[in-house]
Nanobody, 115 residues
Framework: VQLVESGGGLVQPGGSLRLSCAAS????????MSWYRQAPGKERELVAG????????NYADSVKGRFTISRDNAKNTVYLQMNSLKPEDTAVYYC?????????WGQGTQVTVSS
């Protein structure tokens, strides 16, 4: 299983970023996918999740209405569109899936929201 995130960076408050997670090594179309984040000194937290067909999604209360998770099963990729970013969204963002009775994580991508 390999998960490779991209798309992080430095953005001003109110700005937008789109994160991507390219997946390989497992049957992506059957797998639930999630985005987590971890800020300095804090525990890793769930940001958003999406079912295998993309028909069901869930979000942390703190990002509802601002973030959108989506997936392209033809490209084995899951996305996180982040709008109206706030300084408190600053964190390392991780892609996650649960395959073969194990949790699998990407290496993470840094998102920094600052003026």
């Amino acid at each position: 299983v390999q998960l490779v995130e991209s798309g992080g960076g430095l953005v001003q408050p109110g700005g937008s970023l789109r994160l991507s997670c390219a997946a390989s090594g497992f049957t992506f179309i059957y797998s639930h996918m999630s985005w987590y984040r971890q800020a300095p000194g804090k525990e890793r937290e769930l940001v958003a999740g999406i079912g295998s067909t993309g028909g069901s999604t869930n979000y942390a209360d703190s990002v509802k209405g601002r973030f959108t998770i989506s997936r392209d099963n033809a490209k084995n990729t899951v996305y996180l569109q982040m709008n109206s970013l706030k300084p408190e969204d600053t964190a390392v963002y991780y892609c996650h899936t649960y395959v073969g009775l194990s949790n699998h994580w990407g290496q993470g991508t840094q998102v920094t929201v600052s003026s």
